[in-house]
Antibody
Framework: EVQLVESGGGLVQPGGSLRLSCAAS????????MSWVRQAPGKGLEWLAN????????YYVDSVKGRFPISRDNAKSSLYLQMKSLRAEDTAVYYC????????????WGQGTLVTVSS | DIQMTQSPSSLSASVGDRVTITCQAS??????LNWYQQKPGKAPKLLIY???NLETGVPSRFSGSASGTDFTFTISSLQPEDIATYYC?????????FGQGSKLEIK
């Protein structure tokens, strides 16, 4: 069974940093593109970033480019999002998602981890 | 960025009704459009990929169609368990973008 489990969320002050992790199991992690998607409270879905199988290609939405580098460790079957210079508007549930076939279709999601940016 | 305009933002229907949600892309995205269902407190679930194709295990009452930059998601006969918010998402260009969502309620 495919499982994605996010961790690392919590309360952080504006300007602070946080690293999110996503532990994958039940599939060959190194064979898939992976993405981060977030959802602010009561709002819609926003795609943030993705990374290819070997980490050589990364794409970002402008709002997080340069602040939230995405990375992966295939040996650990883990995906990461390093969040820096956090703002109140970054408050959201953060999901990791597997891009299946076609690439760009999120066919597996984690349960999400809540990040709250507040003083 | 490609804007996805989804409508309606909310709708109410009765069990057994046919329900339709539309999504319009701000430019040509070919068939690169997916539909997701999200129930309260849960992660989204992929229902339709490439505009038309039903994800494995998804009931056949769900379907998708496309005409140019206009995409339609249909539930042929609404069931109580279909109460959720539905999102379209394009993946023709980065950044991937979602529609604003359509919240479906039972009358």
């Amino acid at each position: 069974e495919v499982q994605l489990v996010e961790s690392g969320g919590g309360l952080v002050q504006p300007g602070g940093s946080l690293r999110l992790s996503c532990a994958a199991s039940g599939f060959t992690f190194s064979s898939y593109w992976m993405s981060w998607v977030r959802q602010a409270p009561g709002k819609g879905l926003e795609w943030l970033a993705n990374i290819n199988q070997d980490g050589s290609e990364k794409y970002y939405v402008d709002s997080v480019k340069g602040r939230f580098p995405i990375s992966r460790d295939n040996a650990k079957s883990s995906l990461y999002l390093q969040m820096k210079s956090l703002r109140a508007e970054d408050t959201a549930v953060y999901y990791c998602a597997r891009e299946g076939w076609p690439r760009g279709a999120f066919n597996s999601w984690g349960q999400g981890t809540l990040v709250t940016v507040s003083s | 960025d490609i804007q996805m305009t989804q409508s309606p933002s909310s709708l109410s229907a009765s069990v057994g009704d046919r329900v339709t949600i539309t999504c319009q892309a701000s430019q040509d995205i070919s068939k690169y459009l997916n539909w997701y269902q999200q129930k309260p407190g849960k992660a989204p679930k992929l229902l339709i990929y490439d505009a038309y194709n039903l994800e494995t295990g998804v009931p056949s009452r769900f379907s998708g169609s496309a005409s140019g930059t206009d995409f339609t998601f249909t539930i042929s006969s609404l069931q109580p368990e279909d109460i959720a918010t539905y999102y379209c998402q394009q993946y023709d260009n980065f950044p991937y973008t979602f529609g604003q969502g359509s919240k479906l309620e039972i009358k």
